[in-house]
Nanobody
């Protein structure tokens, strides 16, 4: 089985920073794309940032210039550095990974970590 476990969420004041981490563990042959999604109360889930196995990235317009996604392939870990946080960034952040195992590719999700931006 495969698990994605996020950490690093919490309460931060506007303008502050947080760093989210997501570790993939289990029977993994390789990991293709990894990403972060978020769901705010009353809103649809949205892609925040994604990164390919080769390091190519893409970001939601709302976080460009403030958030940075990175990954450590040796540790099966993806990070999201969030700077200049705004109240509208408040949401549950979920890690997502496209994992190749047993000859097939599967999509996995983490349980989510709460990020609250408030004074």
């Amino acid at each position: 089985q495969v698990q994605l476990v996020e950490s690093g969420g919490g309460l931060v004041q506007p303008g502050g920073s947080l760093r989210l981490s997501c570790v993939a563990s289990g029977s993994i042959f390789s990991i293709n794309a990894m990403g972060w999604y978020r769901r705010a109360p009353g809103k649809e889930r949205e892609l925040v940032a994604a990164i390919t196995s080769g390091g190519s990235t893409n970001y939601a317009d709302s976080v460009k210039g403030r958030f940075t996604i990175s990954r450590d392939n040796a540790k099966n870990t993806v990070y999201l550095q969030m700077n200049s946080l705004k109240p509208e960034d408040t949401a549950v952040y979920h890690c997502n990974a496209d994992i190749f195992r047993g000859g097939f590719s599967y999509e996995y999700w983490g349980q989510g970590t709460q990020v609250t931006v408030s004074s």
